[in-house]
């Protein structure tokens, strides 16, 4: 063994591998294989325990380079990462603009990734050994030049192991601040929060009631990037020959991680008491769910609207035959508003009146512009639909979060010549209020949210009010096949029910119809008759309302919002100040 080991050293091979696994090509791909083990953790893959790892590892494949690299490894993994996970854009049945938008889409949120690495990187432990040495330094009146790594920079006993405790902490804030921005910036992708990956850990998920998904991101970052710099720790002992004692590496290597660990413990201890303790409901609410599997290039097919539409009168009529208080169609079931197609109207009004049921389905709304003069001069909107048990329209709900490039074309108002990149023109407009569906027999408030606006934890926030019973999701995943798509958005927006307590009902065009609870378990995800979710059918749930005596107990995120999540953001603002302006040291490899 020890022969080995010398030939190693000593001979050109050895020299010309070491070379080899130091140089930039060797770095960018680690830094793509821990991309793509992070996406392994989401739908389809669903290794869940690779997200306790690959923060951590991108880190890892920054490490010995200049800032200028680290973005960029940074940005490799984060294009790994994207470019696995969200494949399924490339599904589009328009070839162009799926591959434009997915390689485009994937290339700006890897820069996120990349700003993580970076500031990551300036925080790394030995420049706030340095930091701090020199600020004790000053505050003593002492002119000595701090020395990175070495036991005379230490200004008080045990601040060699302080460093490497703060900076796991800052990394996984900085990882929040990353998910916080992503939500917000060029109209928000919260696709796949590092949280959202631990979906199926019901105690540890619970935590999302007091600090939304970014808290159980936090947890996953924070002990990943700790178990880096443990196994950093334990590859310096063996290079150095460090000739510490076994019972103190022990206990640095136990006091990195005790912390983070201890987290996740007591956050899932939180969770299974809430786990443990059962709703107050006075009723329940019997909700027929229609999935009606209509293939995207006849759904805009205006010779087809009359076969689509008796496609779906057929699977209500038999799923009204068990009586349901409400019948729902997914998003874009209805390609014009109820009270202006006489067929339409006449085949609903007929369904709702012989069952005593109401519906809400989804479909598109115009209005003529102001000062229209033709009739193709109007405002298209994204909108859900009430309609009473006698047929009548009682509300409307426009999407307020419209999806850029498909729903509508940036900066298209005041360059219209934009307008000409998009297939349907300028697009839709998105609407200006907040609205409460209610039920009257049995009373029921809920809150209509169309395609994606269930993944913005933000804006399901603001709409889950205190009288809301449930949140009612119509969406249509079918542009992307069968793929990881319906999955990833069902399993991104079921943290909207943890953290709000509520239910939420989906209703998909085809793909993942169900619904979950408020502590996040998944009811009816397949179809009675098969063990697949995709195909045209039908489903009735059952989904328990608030108790009329009690009411709802709104959750500690559903009364303050994301104040974990901007604490988190000042938390990476304040360390990023400190090594900016007081921690201004040469940089060096770590």
């Known amino acids: 063994m020890l022969f080995a080991k010398d030939w190693f050293r000593t001979k050109k091979v ?25 996406a392994m953790a989401f739908p389809q893959f669903n290794f869940s325990w690779l997200a306790w790892l690959a923060p951590g590892l991108m880190l890892w494949s920054t490490q010995g380079t200049t800032a200028k690299k680290v973005f960029w490894a940074g940005w490799v993994s984060g294009l790994g990462c994207y470019l696995v996970s969200l494949y399924w854009i490339f599904l589009m049945p328009f070839p162009w603009h799926g591959m434009v938008g997915y390689l485009g889409l994937c290339a700006v949120l890897s820069l996120f990734t990349g700003a993580w690495c970076w500031l990551s990187w300036c925080l790394r432990p030995n420049r706030w050994r340095a930091a701090l040495a020199q600020s004790s330094n000053k505050n003593k009146g002492k002119r000595k030049t701090a020395v990175k790594g070495s036991a005379q920079s230490c200004p008080w006993p045990g601040c060699e192991l302080w460093p490497l405790l703060v900076w796991p902490l800052c990394c996984a804030a900085g990882w929040v601040a990353q998910e916080m921005t992503t939500a917000r910036i060029f109209g928000g992708f919260p696709y796949n929060p590092l949280g959202a990956s631990q979906f199926h850990r019901l105690s540890l998920i619970q935590i999302a009631s007091v600090t939304g998904v970014y808290g159980v991101s936090f947890l996953v970052a924070w002990l990943s990037v700790a178990l880096m710099v443990a196994f950093r720790q334990v590859q310096t002992w063996m290079l150095h020959k460090q000739a510490s004692s076994g019972k103190r590496r022990a206990g640095e290597l136990a006091g990195l991680l005790v912390l983070p660990a201890l987290a996740v413990v007591v956050a899932s201890l939180f969770g299974m008491n809430q786990l443990a303790r059962s709703d107050d409901c006075s009723s329940h609410l019997k909700i027929a769910l229609i999935q009606p599997a209509i293939p995207q290039v006849v759904l805009w097919d205006e010779q087809q609207q009359t076969n689509r539409l008796r496609k779906i009168v057929e699977l209500s009529q038999a799923a009204l035959a068990a009586r349901p208080d409400l ?16 067929l339409t109207q006449e085949m609903v009004g007929h369904l709702l009146l ?4 109401w519906m809400v389905f989804g479909g598109n709304d115009t209005h003529p512009k102001p000062g229209a003069v033709g009739a193709d001069e109007v405002e298209a909107y994204n909108a859900a639909f009430l309609v009473d048990a006698k047929g009548e329209l009682v509300e409307r709900y426009y999407k307020r979060h419209l999806v850029m490039f ?3 074309m940036p ?11 998009r297939s349907a023109g300028a697009g839709m407009l998105p609407g200006k209020r907040n609205v409460t569906f209610q039920l009257e027999q049995p009373s029921a408030w809920f809150a209509p949210l169309i395609c994606y ?17 449930f949140l009612l999701n119509l969406t249509n995943d079918g542009w992307f096949g069968q793929s990881a798509a319906q999955w990833q958005h069902a399993q991104t927006a079921l943290f909207r029910a943890v953290e709000n307590g509520l239910p939420l009902v989906r209703c998909a065009n085809n793909g993942l119809t169900c619904w979950i609870d408020s502590r996040g378990r998944i009811h009816d995800v397949c179809f009675s008759y098969t063990e697949g979710i995709y195909g045209p059918g039908y489903k009735v749930v059952t989904v328990p309302l608030r108790s009329a005596t009690t009411g709802r107990r709104p959750t500690f995120y559903n009364r303050h919002g994301d104040r974990f999540g901007w604490s988190c953001v000042g938390l990476t603002l304040l360390a990023g100040g400190f090594r900016f302006g007081r921690g201004r040291v040469t940089d060096r490899n770590s």
Request: net charge positive; no cysteine; charged share 25%.
């Open 14 to 38: 050895g020299a010309i591998l070491r070379s080899w696994i130091s140089s930039d090509r060797f770095r960018l791909g680690r830094a793509w294989l821990s991309g793509v083990l992070l």
């Open 327 to 342: 019948l729902v169609w997914p998003e874009s079931a209805m390609a014009g508003i109820l009270g202006r197609n006489r």
């Open 354 to 357: 012989s069952n005593g049921a």
């Open 406 to 408: 498909g729903e509508y």
């Open 411 to 421: 900066g298209a108002r005041w360059l219209p010549v934009l307008a000409r990149l």
């Open 453 to 469: 606006e269930d993944v913005f934890p933000h804006e399901v926030r603001s709409r889950a009010n205190p009288e809301t019973d």
